[in-house]
């Protein structure tokens, strides 16, 4: 055993861990701006981890597989997240015009426009934001549902999205002017 002066976390996290090479979405996930409730909820649901119905069939027969935001199709991952009519219409209202509007609206599309980015590195800041706070809001109101609580209509989980990226805009204006001096222009832009 080696007796060194100082001590690092980050090496002895490094000489624990098994390192693996960098997943294709991480950029898309892991922003420095993110909020950490929203970027885990995200990581969960890109490795098709939430418990949805599809994946809850599995432990219980018995479960109830239709989507709790719709409730006509069966729940899954890619339903849930931007297939389903509902989440389709708050990702819609929340993007407005930041991508263009050839994009498509499932799970896959929408994940590629997030980890590819746009032109602009404020927009992609928005686009990447606004994703995740999406899904997190999206989620939030399902398991809402589910437990028998008010549902909110699309409207309302489209206004709560766009005060989470108010804020965080407001936010990281504060700490740093320069870099996200433009980033309210351009979210109010979208509509």
């Not at 909020?35 to 969960?44: L, M």
């Not at 509902?86 to 980890?115: D, R």
């Amino acid at each position: 055993m080696e007796f060194k002066p100082g001590f690092l976390t980050s090496h002895t996290w490094n000489i624990i861990r098994t390192s693996k090479p960098k997943v294709e979405w991480s950029k898309g996930i892991w922003i420095s701006e993110a909020t950490p409730k929203f970027a885990f909820i995200t990581w969960v649901a890109m490795h098709n981890r939430l418990a949805t119905g599809d994946r809850v069939l599995r432990w219980n027969p018995q479960a109830i597989t239709t989507c709790w935001l719709c409730r006509i199709e069966p729940e899954t991952r890619d339903h849930l997240l931007f297939e389903c009519p509902f989440s389709e219409e708050v990702w819609k209202g929340v993007i407005g015009n930041l991508v263009s509007s050839g994009t498509g609206y499932s799970w896959a599309q929408v994940t590629q426009t997030v980890v590819n980015g746009l032109r602009e590195r404020i927009a992609t800041f928005l686009l990447r934001y606004s994703f995740q706070a999406a899904v997190y809001a999206l989620w939030n109101e399902r398991n809402a549902r589910r437990v028998g609580d008010f549902s909110q209509p699309a409207t309302c989980l489209i206004t709560r999205i766009d005060k989470l990226v108010r804020n965080r805009i407001t936010s990281l204006r504060q700490r740093n002017r320069r870099k996200y001096e433009k980033a309210m222009e351009k979210w109010m832009e979208r509509t």
